[in-house]
């Protein structure tokens, strides 16, 4: 079993004078596991040996000062993600200034408050976890993408595609960076339902009956389920576009035949990303379709199957889609 030292987050504290670093040991010791430098080379040392959760640092050492310490830090992919609060006994606005630009998330001043030390410490640690929280989710998201595509005829690149053309249709609709690419993360989930498809349908080269499209229709409902109810943001979404992105504008898709703006935003902007890819793409059943026979039919379309408004705005991101089409094509 871990011992509660062990799971502590990790502060790297940097500073020349001993007593500055006794006076924070004793501030912090007893809330997290500790580490010290009191040079900034003994400093990115420790960081490469035992990569911290957090680094308190000093800005005016000898040797290379914190500003140079931590423009070293950031161009490290790993310890990028470290940050970084300057303790220093500077005050002036361009100090400051440079702090920030060089990627520091704080300025403590000294003399130091303990109340403030403990307060800044906190907040950019819960910033930490929360980040971490995100990344685990989503990989947690994209493994379960991956595994979908062992139940289909589909690559990894249609996914890879598709979700790249949900996102840019969700900037040019005028979604956030932020919404568009919790889009591009959730579209992978599309059909995670597949999952719990029978082999016998799902690998069949031939044509499906009537009984097995049935049994086929179900898997929106069955990715819903896996995906359950979440207080993430992300999955919250991929459950919605796994259940809507069968839906049509008219109202004939599945599963809930939802009509016109009953579907989500989502959904709609998946189901044109997803059919123009899957048209496009030779499949063992099909040969790939010339690109503007997809346009076509997405054209032919509107207003039947797709948002008229969305199929608007797919032509005019015909150019970009169209690239990464390009960039990532099957092997």
């Not at 501030?27 to 957090?54: C, H, M, N, Q």
């Not at 408050?113 to 410490?121: E, F, N, Q, T």
């Not at 898997?219 to 259940?243: N, R, W, Y």
Request: hydrophobic share 40%; with cysteine; glycine share 6%.
């Amino acid at each position: 079993m871990l011992s509660d030292h062990n799971t502590k987050q990790k502060v790297l504290i940097v500073d020349d004078e001993p007593a500055n670093l006794r006076v924070l040991k004793k501030i912090l010791g007893d809330l997290y596991r500790l580490s010290f430098a009191k040079t900034g080379e003994e400093a990115l040392r420790l960081v490469e040996r035992d990569l911290p959760d957090l680094i308190l640092l000093d800005v005016m050492m000898p040797g290379m000062t914190g500003f140079e310490v931590c423009e070293v830090l950031k161009k490290n992919s790993v310890s990028s993600i470290i940050p970084v609060i300057f303790v220093t006994a500077l005050s002036d606005e361009l100090d400051e200034a440079k702090g920030f630009e060089v990627g520091a998330v704080d300025y403590i001043t000294k003399p130091i408050s303990p109340a403030v030390v403990k307060a800044r410490v906190r907040t950019h640690l819960s910033l930490v976890q929360a980040d971490e929280l995100r990344r685990t989710r989503l990989q947690v998201i994209q493994r379960l993408g991956r595994a979908s595509e062992y139940k289909d005829n589909e690559t990894g690149t249609h996914i890879l595609r598709m979700s790249h053309y949900s996102k840019v249709m969700a900037l040019a609709y005028g979604l956030t960076e932020n919404a568009a690419d919790n889009l591009l993360h959730a579209a992978p989930m599309h059909d995670i339902g597949k999952i719990g498809i029978p082999d016998s349908i799902m690998l069949k080269p031939g044509k499906l009956t009537d009984e097995e499209f049935t049994i086929m229709k179900t898997h929106p409902e069955i990715g819903a389920e896996i995906l359950g109810d979440s207080d993430s943001d992300l999955i919250a979404l991929a459950k919605t576009v796994s259940l809507t992105h069968h839906e049509k504008w008219d109202g004939s898709g599945y599963p809930n035949g939802l009509k016109g703006e009953n579907i989500p935003l989502e959904g709609r902007i998946v189901a044109i990303a997803d059919v123009f890819d899957a048209l496009t793409s030779k499949r063992p059943y099909k040969e790939a379709w010339l690109v503007q026979e997809a346009v076509d039919f997405i054209h032919e379309q509107s207003g039947r199957h797709f948002d008229p408004s969305l199929v608007a705005l797919f032509n005019g991101c015909l150019p970009a889609i169209l690239e990464i089409k390009h960039r990532w094509q099957d092997e």
